[in-house]
C-alpha cells in the first residue's frame, strides 16, 4: 500500500501526536475569561490538536447499557487493548495484525498503532463510545437496499472492497492512492484513526483552515458564506461556517461521491459543532444526515486536545511507485 511508505519525518509524528487526553468539558463553569478569543470576541480555535483515543466508534457489547463508564471500568478496557497490541508487537509476519489495520492484511506494525491510550472523557467521565445518538451507541440501521448500493471502498473510509478492482488505479480507493486519508480522518466527520490524529487550525474573520495531518488533507471552512451548486462537488465537500454564541458550526454538503462517508448518497450531510470549552479543549459534535442511507439522522462527540506541534509532513503523494506492486500482484495472480 501507498501510505504505508512514509519518511523518516513522518515516523517522527507517530511519537509525537500520543498524548494523554486531559477532561474535557460541556460547561462554561470556567468563564468566558478561560478560553482565547480573537479580536473580534469569537473562541480562538488556532493551535495544534489531537483526537486521538481508544474510544470505538460504535459501543461494544460488553458496555451495551453504559453510555458512560467508571475510571475502574474504562481502565479494563483500556489494558486489555493495551495488551492486545503489545502481544501484536513483532508479529508483522504473522496472523496476529488485526489490531495494526489493513483488515487484518498485515499492511502495518504495531510501529504504526498511535491511537493513544485512553478512551475519551467528557465532563470528567469517560465514554463508551463516540455515537451518541442513537442512545444505544449504535449507527441507525441502513435505508433497505443502501447497502447493495454501496460504493465499494468507500473512498478509503473502512469499507469492504466489494466491488473493487485491481484493473486500474483509479478504481483503487482514495487513501490507497494517497489522495485521501482513510477512516474519515479529515471529514466530516473527522473520526479518529489509527495514527497521525494531529490536526493545525488556523482562523479569520471569513474563513478557517484545518490542515490534516493524515495526508496532508486541508479543509477550508468559509464563514458566513452560501453554499456552491451542488454540481461543484469536492473531495471533503463545501464546508460553510457561522457562529451561534461561542460554538462554531459548520454545515458541509457536495462531497465528491467517492469520498462520501460510507458510501453515502447525493443527500449527505454533516453539521459540526467546535466548542472551545476551556484553554485545552475543544467539544466536537458533528450530526450525519442522508435520508437515502440511514434510517435517521445520527450523532458522534469527543474531543479534540491541545497538544505540542508541529504537524509532520504525510510522505504519501498520488503516483506512489508501489501502486505499480499492488496492479502488478494482480496480474501475477491472473496468469496462474
Known sequence: MIRFLLSVTALAALTVSAQTQKPAAKSAAHGKSAIPRTPDGHPDFEGVWT???????????QFA????????????????????LKQEDGQSDGPIIRAAGSSGTGGYNVLFVDRGTEMERIDGVKRSSL??????????PMVPGRMNRRRGGGGGQGESYAGMSYDSVKNRPLSERCLIGFGST??????????????QIVQTKDSIMILVEMVHDV???RMNAEH???ALDRWL?????HWEGDTLVVETTNVNPENRFRGSSDKFKVTERFQRVDAQTILYRATIEDPETWTKPWTVEFPFVATAGPVY????????????????????????
Open 51 to 61: 483526537n486521538a483515543t481508544i474510544t470505538p466508534l460504535t459501543r461494544p457489547a
Open 65 to 84: 447499557d453504559k453510555p458512560t463508564l467508571t475510571d475502574a471500568e474504562a481502565k479494563v478496557f483500556e489494558n486489555a487493548q493495551a495488551t492486545d
Open 219 to 221: 479543509r477550508v471552512i
Open 313 to 336: 509532513e504525510y510522505a504519501c503523494h498520488e503516483g506512489n511507485y508501489a501502486m505499480d506492486d499492488i496492479l502488478g500482484g494482480a496480474r501475477k495472480q491472473e496468469k496462474k
Open 186 to 199: 479529515s471529514g466530516p466527520p473527522m473520526l479518529p484513526v489509527l495514527y497521525n490524529n494531529n490536526y
Open 228 to 230: 456552491e451548486p451542488a
Open 237 to 241: 465537500g463545501d464546508s460553510v461556517g
Open 131 to 140: 455515537i451518541v445518538d442513537p442512545p444505544d451507541g449504535k449507527m441507525p
